[in-house]
């Protein structure tokens, strides 16, 4: 069974310190993501990366930054949380863009700033 | 800017019934549109999508309906099931990876 998996399910951290966001796939998947995911909106794309090494800005990069030094591993990183980040991260990976049948997502990353 | 959103933040039916989830988008230009669902405690899972050519695709017991000329799209579910209580997502976009992703309908199935 394919899986993308997150490494914590929920985290609390205090304001200020950085804070590392881990996720693993294992389907080799070129495509990798991160979202946010807030009560009353919508997924929002924090970053995108389409290989090793390579990313792009989603609609909210700032405060967020992303490394992908393996296929498998992509991970996000606040630099220094700040409370209105407190929320809930998903993370996903696809071999096809054109298509969102093919994205598998984690569980997701219940973060908590305080 | 570009939105998305759903009718109805919940929408209640009984066991059985047919249900019909609806969401309106405003860009125009949009090629590309998905639903998708998310069960308490886990990530989204791909439902069906459909492409601006078409105004109407079906699946295993999902047909999502596409109207361009007022910007709307549907997801009618039939016979739901206790196991198609979820939150129902649809999102629309160019066609890669830059969806404009919906707020989300509650469907309860009710016994």
């Known amino acids: 069974d394919v899986k993308v998996t997150q490494s914590s399910r929920y985290l609390v951290k205090r304001t200020g310190e950085k804070v590392f966001l881990e996720c693993v796939q294992d389907m080799d998947h070129e495509n990798m993501f991160w979202y946010r995911q807030d009560p009353g909106l919508g997924l929002r794309l924090i970053y995108f990366s389409y290989d090793v090494k390579m990313k792009e800005k989603g609609d909210i990069p700032e405060g967020y930054s992303v490394s992908r030094e393996k296929k498998e591993r992509f991970s996000l990183i606040l630099e220094s949380a700040s409370t209105n980040q407190t929320s809930m991260y998903l993370c996903?990976?696809?071999?096809?863009?054109?298509?969102?049948?093919?994205?598998?997502f984690g569980s997701g990353t219940r973060l908590t700033v305080v | 800017g570009e939105s998305v959103g759903l009718h109805l933040p919940t929408l209640s039916v009984q066991e059985g019934d047919n249900s019909i989830i609806n969401c309106a988008y405003s860009n125009s230009a949009s090629d590309y549109f998905i639903w998708y669902k998310q069960e308490s405690g886990k990530g989204p899972q791909f439902i069906i999508d459909?492409?601006?050519?078409?105004d109407k695709r079906q699946g295993q017991r999902v047909t999502v309906l596409l109207n361009k000329t007022v910007k709307h799209l549907s997801l009618q579910i039939a016979a739901t099931q206790p196991g198609d209580s979820a939150v129902y997502f649809c999102?629309?976009?160019?066609?890669?990876?830059?969806?404009?992703f919906g707020t989300g309908t509650r469907l309860k199935v009710l016994a």
């Open positions: 996903a990976s696809s071999s096809n863009l054109d298509s969102f049948s093919g994205y598998t």
């Open positions: 459909i492409r601006s050519n078409m």
């Open positions: 999102a629309a976009g160019p066609g890669t990876y830059k969806y404009i």
